[in-house]
């Protein structure tokens, strides 16, 4: 379907330029979906995510500006075949090589292995070598610890661990009842993790909650990465979601931490995982609630001081 053109209402997409070297935000995308415990086609969402932001302006009205006014973007296509070792190398030094370029970049996934690859790279952007974690703190948002046992969507956390990531600088925000096991949340505790349920997080701000994520990350660290799993969602407004569960978050308060993350300094990379756009609904609710995001990541950076 061919959108309406208005020269008064710049659509988002348009806003990207390919390709650019240096910019305020640059967009990646990371396909991976090989490794999955459940099959996925999750690596035909960064296209489908592109295609969505045509549908949106770079107007905020909540925070009266356009980000466009304000910061530059860029769109460094896609790693070809992420999956594998062969594959997370050459995420890994894609990231590497593109973190000096940019102020925050975001990584269109892909399910959540891409995680450790994307986390690795920006760890040895922020250090200037390869295998290096001590100056990254990593926040997840996701139902799910990802500790699991071997390599897959389920495993990037303890992956990263297990490569020099300190758990006292890991914080999960959003984990779910009866989505993961005793075993894997004993676990979590050894390594020191910090973790925010998703019953702790109601009635709560999602600035609040953000705030104690980013300051446990952030403390004795160059730079943050924010792993962004939409099926940290309530399943009703992320359908694409395999693995979304019922009393999620709301997508409102997904796009407010999107937000949160955009806006503070030491966030240098975020990722959006785990949706699959074959399986999304008619109305395309998750794919353009991912959309959404970015530009939420968009408008916080844009305001950063």
């Known amino acids: 379907m061919e959108l309406h053109h208005d020269p008064r209402w710049p659509r988002a997409n348009g806003w990207f330029k390919d390709g650019l070297k240096s910019a305020d935000l640059a967009l990646l995308g990371v396909g991976t979906h090989k490794s999955a415990l459940t099959p996925n086609n999750a690596h035909m969402t960064p296209a489908a995510v592109r295609a969505a932001l045509a549908r949106y ?3 905020s009205a909540s925070h009266e500006i356009d980000f466009a006014d ?25 990231v590497s090589e593109a973190l000096p370029g940019t102020r925050l970049l975001v990584a269109l996934g892909g399910d959540n292995a891409m995680t450790f690859s994307a986390a690795s790279g920006v760890a040895s952007g922020v250090a200037g ?15 799910h610890h990802d500790v699991r046992d ?8 303890r992956r990263l661990i297990e490569a020099g990531l300190r758990g006292e600088k890991v914080v999960q925000v959003g984990i779910s009842d009866f989505a993961n096991s005793k075993e894997y949340a004993a676990r979590v505790r050894d390594f ?5 349920r998703r019953d702790e997080m109601r009635g709560r701000p999602m600035s609040d909650v953000m705030a104690e994520a980013f300051a446990v990350a952030g403390r004795g660290t160059k730079a ?44 240098r990379a975020v990722d959006i995982t ?27 950076l844009s305001l950063r001081k």
């Open 150 to 157: 071997g390599i897959s969507n389920g495993s990037p956390v």
């Open 57 to 59: 302006s770079t107007w």
């Open 224 to 267: 943050i990465y924010v792993d962004i799993d939409v099926d940290v969602c309530d399943r009703s407004v992320a359908p694409a979601c395999p693995a979304a569960t019922p009393g999620g978050l709301s997508a409102d308060e997904l796009r407010q931490i999107a937000f949160e993350c955009g806006r503070n300094a030491q966030v």
């Open 274 to 300: 785990e949706i699959d756009a074959t399986l999304d609904s008619p109305d395309q609710r998750t794919i353009r609630l991912a959309a959404l995001l970015v530009l939420e990541l968009a408008t916080g």
């Open 192 to 196: 020191g993790i910090t973790v925010i």
């Open 70 to 94: 304000h910061i530059s973007g860029s769109d460094l296509g896609d790693v070809t075949d992420p999956d594998g070792p062969a594959g997370e190398e050459r995420v890994i030094q894609k």
């Open 129 to 143: 070598g390869v295998g290096s974690f001590e100056h990254l703190g990593l926040v997840t948002l996701d139902a």
